[in-house]
């Protein structure tokens, strides 16, 4: 009998009915005598493309990201000499001050005119465990009350690497494993995949806000990539984990929730219902938020159990009344399980402060475009809560609908990016650093098929230059000119950008006129207004004028961003044809036919 054992026929891609070793086209130009790559990023790893082991290609990316990233952290940061709040900076360290000095149950009490803790109970861990170390290091940074405004330089120097190493320990990994399964899954080889990862690490935004401005937003980003890592292999259960963890570190990562919650439930409900899979979902839900809140309401009960006072002594929180209203049993003050219902109506009133009102500074999405023409100011904030919420809900519907009907791996980056840019533009207290939330999934595109492609790289390529654009306000005021600009630069040549480089928009590249004039146009918008932004003042009584003007260019740029991302959703989610549309499949094909008369792009995979 013969051992030999016939070939398995390659699998293919999740949900999409083209074979996994389907030939894709490639960012490497051919023509009669040789092949040269078709922008600067994949010239760089240019000299990798013959094989080179993927263990020598990413250490060597990860180096690179990081020495860019610590040269960008020796500009300045918010808040830098300019008393009495200062910026981010101080808020981060004062966290680190009163995590480390204070008991548990006054974290979210303690002077909260000042820098008080607004974010969820990771965060104040985080925070907790920097604390520790500085501490350890040098206790005068850390001391209660004492250390407020400090800059010296070992204390700069100590927060700058806190950043790079909460990056590489939790942001870093999970891209990595991310961009590797999504790659995979698109058929993308080894060489492209390196392609779209240091294209990720090197989005501008998220390097200048966390590495320049001063955040620790990638660590809240981490968990979302290993929450769709997650996904990609199918382990839902530590999907669930992973992003509990993103939304305790920071209620931004609500933005996601609601796809988050379709594509689970989606999984759960097709082909056919899988009630135990549900239940386990839930369970585990349920389970990794009490393991979040389990160390600040243990805390703070033995903290009331050690002084009887101690709750008497802190502030009533607002939602305290409502909250013992709707238990089913009366809870006192000197009831065991008052200061567990003390803490969560305190961290929850501090975690969603509606009482700010519909926007705090001047943002690009649609609440703020919309007060410039048309005072919203004249309402009340129980009714733009609520009308914020209900265009929020509206916006984000086809993500939600599209992930419950077809759960598609493939689906995954473009319903996040959908939904998240829904938020950004429509829901309540957005801040323009908000805007890492929807470029990152959006980005993560690269490492997807076609990624690469010029049309589709050029549509990623505009996003990020737009989103940081609209952060130059904010930028400006911490001084990083000069770091926004290298940045935004590099961007835009490392992917032929217009005007760092044209190749993309070349009469070659194969893109629709509709997207060479949007994008060229907008450029030249962008170029322009800092022209007018750096040498003409503003009108008397208009101070603020050109930064209006920045916010309404940039929500109706990334209205178009959420229009491109919900559309490519649809269209990749098959639904179109499924329901029968007249066209559709036509159109699904000709969407993804990048050649022109001019020029023949690969058609195998390098």
Known sequence: MSAHKPRKKPQKDDHDGNAASESVKTVVQVDATSQKPTFP????????????SQWTVIPLTLIVAG?????????????FDTPPMHGDFEAQR???????????ARWYFYNLDYWGLDYPPLTAYHSWLIGIL?????????????????????????????????????????????????AKQSGLNTWQTSVALMAILLQPSTILIDHAHFQYNTVMLGFTLAAMANMLADRLLWSCVFFVAALGFKQMALYYAPVVFAYLL????????????????????????????????????????RDQNLAQQLPKPVL????????????????????VVLQLAQSIHRIFPLARGLFEDKVANVWCAIHTVYKLNRFSIAFLSRLSLLTTLVALSPSVFVL??????????????????????????????????????????LAGRHGLYPEVRAWIGWANVLGTWTMYPLLKRDELRVPYAVWTLLWMYLLALSPASDSTYSSRSGLSVFTKALHLCSYAIMVAWHIVEAFVSPPDGKPDLWVVINCVIGAAGFGICYLWCTWQLILHSDLLRRFGIPGSTELHRETYTFQSSRVELQKKTV
């Open 320 to 339: 305290l009344d409502f909250v013992l209203e709707k238990l089913p049993v009366k809870i006192e003050s000197g009831h065991f399980l008052y200061p």
């Open 67 to 79: 020495l860019l990233r610590w040269a960008t952290s020796f500009w300045g940061y918010s808040g």
């Open 41 to 52: 990023l994949a010239a760089f790893y240019w000299p990798a493309r013959s094989g080179v």
């Open 134 to 182: 500085g501490s350890f290091l040098n206790p005068k940074w850390f001391a209660l009350d004492s250390s407020r405004g400090l800059e010296s330089p070992d204390l700069k120097l100590f927060m700058r690497v806190t950043v790079i190493v909460s990056e590489y320990l939790i942001y870093i990994p999970s891209l990595v494993i991310f961009n590797r399964r999504l």
């Open 404 to 445: 419950l009907l077809a759960p598609k791996k493939k689906l995954i980056p473009y319903a996040f990016a959908s939904c998240a840019w829904s938020f950004f533009l429509c829901s309540f207290q957005v801040h323009e650093k908000s805007v890492l939330l929807p470029l990152l999934p959006m980005t993560s595109l």
């Open 94 to 104: 004062h966290w680190m001050e009163i995590t480390t000095k204070l008991p548990v």
């Open 266 to 305: 989606g999984v759960c409900l097709q082909p056919k219902i899988n009630p135990t899979r549900l239940i386990a979902i839930a369970i585990t839900t349920v389970a990794s938020f009490a393991v979040v809140f389990a160390p600040l309401l243990v805390g703070a009960s033995y903290n009331h159990y």
